[in-house]
């Protein structure tokens, strides 16, 4: 190990700038640019006030260090709360362990999972590790819930997660826990001339090529569930020329079933739907009181 590098345990904030992309093409680089550096500003002051060092910043991120998990929660926590309602929303990504500090860069697996933990949380939301989690204080911890069992790139065990979203913004939603199937798929890329339909209690939506269709509990959904256990925004369907992509963006996951197979559970994820099938937003399709939207791909 040289001078100008140094083992650390520490705990990791990886905090991401979501809605930067729209920004640029709404308002232009300049003022893009302008606000996108004030949101960073922002975010760096708030690791200074509570003791954490900043690593970097690269694009719209910013990575630090803390040697008290709790101060990392302080953190998000103050972050989450302090974009709330503006253009620029943050998702993070927590994690603690052993790091090298390389100058201005930092190495480890916990920067690696941090930032996997980023990806997957969505804007006003951070993620961590169970590790982390069990360092914060009691209270803190019940603030931290439950959120899906994950394999991570590189691990051997799949791993808890846990989720914090500001209270303001998951008011209403009831949280359900279970195991994701970690199901994928890669689709090829024929020309656009389908469309997808979508149906529930009599409602049919349409989604065509270039078009995406919100399933949520908001008005503002294209589908609108309305039920308690069901997110405001759940789930989006998009059409890439001649295939359906359900993206789940909930708290709770959807089942994707089709006849004659068991039923798979999306979370956090994007599945190519085949052409037909039914969804069941957060419910098992045979739990008592599960709901299903049959889905339909045509040519």
């Not at 990886?14 to 640019?33: C, M, Q, W």
């Not at 970097?56 to 709360?81: E, I, P, W, Y």
């Not at 890439?240 to 992509?245: F, G, Q, T, V």
């Not at 068991?262 to 956090?268: F, Q, S």
Request: glycine fraction near 6%; hydrophobic fraction near 35%.
């Amino acid at each position: 190990m040289t001078d100008t590098q140094r083992e650390e345990t520490v705990a990791i904030v990886f905090a991401d700038i979501s809605g930067s992309t729209p920004l640029y093409e709404r308002v232009g680089n300049t003022k893009a640019h302008e606000q996108i550096s004030a949101c960073l500003a922002l975010l760096k002051s708030i690791v200074a006030e509570h003791d954490g060092e900043f690593v970097h910043s690269r694009g719209d991120d910013v990575v630090c260090t803390f040697k008290d998990c709790q101060n990392a929660f302080k953190t998000t926590r103050d972050m989450l709360a302090k974009t709330e309602g503006g253009e620029l929303l943050v998702h993070i990504g927590l994690d603690f362990g052993d790091v090298i500090r390389v100058r201005d860069d930092i190495f480890g697996d916990c920067v690696n999972a941090a930032a996997r933990f980023s990806s997957l949380a969505n804007a006003n939301e951070a993620i961590c590790s169970e590790l982390l989690r069990s360092k914060v204080n009691t209270s803190s911890q019940a603030e931290l819930t439950f959120f899906d069992t994950r394999h991570l790139k590189g691990k051997r065990d799949a791993a808890n997660v846990y989720r914090y979203a500001v209270p303001n913004l998951d008011m209403g939603t009831q949280i359900f826990f279970g195991k994701s199937d970690g199901l994928s798929a890669a689709a090829t890329t024929p020309a656009p001339t389908s469309q997808a339909k979508i149906t529930f209690d009599g409602e049919t939506v349409v989604c065509s090529s270039g078009r995406e269709i919100t399933i949520g509990r908001s008005e503002t959904c294209d589908l609108v569930l309305p039920f308690g256990w069901v997110s405001r925004q759940h789930a989006v369907l998009e059409m890439r020329k001649d295939h359906a992509y359900l993206r789940d963006v909930s708290s709770n996951g959807v089942y994707v079933c089709v006849a004659g197979q068991p039923p798979v559970l999306l979370r956090r994820e994007t599945m190519l739907l085949p052409p037909k099938c039914s969804l069941s937003p957060t419910n098992h399709p045979d739990a008592e009181g599960a709901i299903s939207i049959d889905c339909e791909v045509t040519l």
